[in-house]
T-cell receptor, first 116, second 115 residues
């Protein structure tokens, strides 16, 4: 089983619909992240969380919300999907014990979201 | 905000050739990371660099942390078809300070290897 699991892997939704992307991890890491990947732009941070009671906005949080239901679960919601939110979304975890040594980062396999 | 500029944007090479790509920034970074993304998968860490001037190898891959702390390069020697993918550089957001695990990514280099 993967250390970081994202569901669904692919989703097509209509403009205006609410959609939730889910992420669960078995790494035991406290820190979890949601990134968005667009062609030619790399990955950009949407939201991050350091524990169940901690939620922080990233670089591009407008139009998104998150929920940290448990240490192992971090969900991303699009409240009212729009076409320019069509992208590849990645969940990631990291180990705070490694402080700013970032080699403990683990990414999920991604969710490809298309908004029509 | 911080930006990492990666070049080239794409490369088409023959199997067996060497590859070189680089990443530059206007800000100083205290860590440089190189990731590879296979089609349909998330990025996987190839090499992490923590010291200016550091040269680190991982098999056929070699990466260096530039002396100015504003650049890094990745070389792949004797490329093979499975080297195909997107290569990203990344560094901690807030560059020289504490990033709390947040990463800033370059735009990626798409590598195609012809057999």
């Amino acid at each position: 089983d993967a250390d970081v699991t994202q569901t669904p892997r692919n989703r097509i939704t209509k403009t205006g619909k609410r959609i939730m992307l889910e992420c669960s991890q078995t790494k035991g890491h406290d820190r979890m992240y949601w990134y968005r990947q667009d062609p030619g732009l790399g990955l950009r941070l949407i939201y991050y969380s350091f524990d169940v009671k901690d939620i922080n906005k990233g670089e591009i949080s407008d139009g998104y919300s998150v929920s940290r239901q448990a240490q192992a679960k971090f969900s991303l919601s699009l409240e009212s999907a729009i076409p320019n939110q069509t992208a590849l979304y990645f969940c990631a975890t990291s180990d705070p014990a490694s402080r700013d040594r970032l080699d403990g980062y683990t990414f999920g396999s991604g969710t490809r979201l298309t908004v029509v | 905000g911080q930006q990492l500029n990666q070049s080239p944007q794409s490369m088409f090479i023959q199997e067996g050739e060497d590859v070189s790509m680089n990443c530059t920034s206007s800000s100083i970074f205290n860590t440089w990371l190189w990731y590879k993304q296979d089609p349909g998968e998330g990025p996987v860490l190839l090499i992490a660099l923590y010291k200016a001037g550091e040269l680190t190898s991982n098999g056929r891959l070699t990466a260096q942390f530039g002396i100015t702390r504003k650049d890094s390069f990745l070389n792949i020697s004797a490329s093979i078809p499975s080297d195909v993918g997107i290569y990203f550089c990344a560094g901690p957001t807030n560059a020289g300070g504490t990033s709390y695990g947040k990463l800033t990514f370059g735009q990626g280099t798409i590598l195609t290897v012809h057999p």
